[in-house]
Each structure stands twice: as C-alpha cells, then as structure tokens.
C-alpha cells in the first residue's frame, strides 16, 4: 500500500473542506441579527444573568416580553468582541462573569455560554 496517494486524498479533502467553510460562512449581519435571540435564551436558562437575583429576575421578565429590548438592556453593561476569520465568524459578549459566544461557519450559527 503506497502512503503518497492516502496523503493527497487527504489533503484534496482539508482544501475541498476549507472552500466550503468560506463559502458557506454565514455574514456578519447575520451573526449580530442572532445575537438578541441568543442572549434572550442564555438569560431565560439562567446561564448569563447578573449576580444581583432582582436585577436577574428583572431581567428575565423582561427577556420574556422582546429578545430585541433584553439586548438593548444588557449591551452597555457587557464587552462586545466581533471576530471576522477566514473560515468562521465570531460574536462574544462577556459580562455578568460568563460569556456568551456565537459562531457562524458552514451556514449555521451556534452560540453557548461559558466562563471567560
């Protein structure tokens, strides 16, 4: 069995896979239009919330009643961090000490929490 013929197949399929990504990367119009829903999910789940459990509730309710003013509440109050790279895009938002992160590639956007 020959060893060079299993390399180049395999580096074909790593470029054939890199020309997808960039072709398929959702925009990043499209990865901050996600963001309020996202963040509206994060806070109903309880995983990106204040400390405070008031502020926290307040926040919730309103979450509950528009995705849309529940982002407009919490932007001033977090770090905000847009990354545009060659195979995938990123939209960060670290606040309340946890972050919530979005990422676009292959036509999909996938967001989730963490600690920072």
Do not use: W
């Amino acid at each position: 069995m020959r060893l060079f013929p299993l390399i180049r197949l395999l580096l074909a399929a790593i470029i054939v896979a890199a020309a997808v990504a960039i072709a398929t990367r959702p925009p990043q119009a499209r990865l901050a239009a996600n963001m309020p829903d996202a963040l509206r999910a994060a806070v109903m789940k309880g995983d990106f919330a204040p400390a405070n459990k008031t502020v926290a509730q307040g926040l919730s309710d309103i979450c509950k009643v528009s995705a849309t003013a529940c982002f407009e509440l919490v932007k001033p109050h977090v770090t905000q961090r847009v990354s545009d790279r060659l195979v995938y895009n990123h939209y960060a938002l670290n606040g309340f000490g946890r972050v919530l992160a979005c990422y676009g590639a292959f036509g999909k956007i996938r967001c989730g929490t963490g600690t920072p």
